[in-house]
């Protein structure tokens, strides 16, 4: 089962990153500021980027998912986890929808996250410009907490997993999938934003990621 999670969420990070790079288009031009302008060096750069937002997903994981166990061990358990399954389930379904371009619901969910990142948001200003390799770790590490709909979908799967282990394996894979979008760069680039956009990639995800979303819900339902 922990396979197939694994490639769900990484096909959700993948078919969403053309969200992520609208997202983090900004961040993109910050990243770069204090950066040598050898290619070579960039990635290094890049990567410790990358490196710091995907551990702030782990992270996300864990203390969601332990979060989870704890409550479900205070309360009725099996009802606990069959509620919050269910509402996994109706999350995953709703960003299947976005990414189909079906429906935009997910936007509204975004907003729940600006209030903290209202008050991460300046912290992130201490690490600019990125003079130093190590100094972009920190700083993708903070931008991994910026308010994403695709992020917070994913995080309600990963909460009710079963375990933190298995939390931190889910949003490893979503932010595996986002990868490839945003190292890739020049005509590698255009190419994966093109196929990104294809309608027909997008929306044979997006149903993938329904059906996957009405089959969790229907598991926790006949669990009821």
């Not at 960039?42 to 551990?55: C, E, F, T």
């Not at 166990?69 to 606990?80: G, Q, R």
């Not at 919050?84 to 997910?106: D, E």
């Not at 917070?152 to 282990?165: D, N």
Request: aromatic fraction near 12%; proline fraction near 4%; glycine fraction near 10%.
């Amino acid at each position: 089962m922990i396979e197939l999670n694994f490639m769900a969420a990484f096909i959700i990070g993948l078919t969403g990153a053309g969200h992520c790079i609208s997202m983090c288009g900004g961040i993109a031009a910050a990243v770069t500021m204090g950066m040598p302008n050898k290619p070579q060096q960039q990635w290094v750069y890049l990567l410790g980027y990358n490196l710091g937002r995907i551990s702030a997903y782990i992270v996300a994981g864990l203390i969601l998912s332990q979060a989870v166990i704890e409550v479900a061990e205070l309360a009725d358990a099996s009802i606990t986890l069959i509620s919050l399954r269910i509402i996994a389930s109706i999350m995953m379904i709703i960003l299947g929808l976005y990414i189909g371009n079906w429906w935009s619901g997910l936007i509204y969910i975004e907003r729940v996250g600006h209030y903290l990142w209202r008050y991460i948001s300046p912290i992130t200003q201490f690490f600019l410009p990125l003079t130093s390799p190590l100094k972009a770790i920190p700083f993708g590490f903070l931008w991994g907490w910026l308010p994403c709909g695709l992020v917070y979908s994913t995080l309600t799967w990963a909460a009710v997993s079963g375990s933190a282990i298995n939390g931190m394996v889910i949003m490893f894979a979503f932010g595996l999938g986002t990868l490839p979008a945003m190292l890739a760069v020049g005509a590698i680039a255009d190419k994966l934003k093109t196929l990104l956009k294809n309608s027909y990639f997008k929306r044979a995800n997006a149903l993938f990621i329904i059906i996957y979303g009405m089959h969790t819900g229907y598991i926790a339902i006949n669990q009821i």
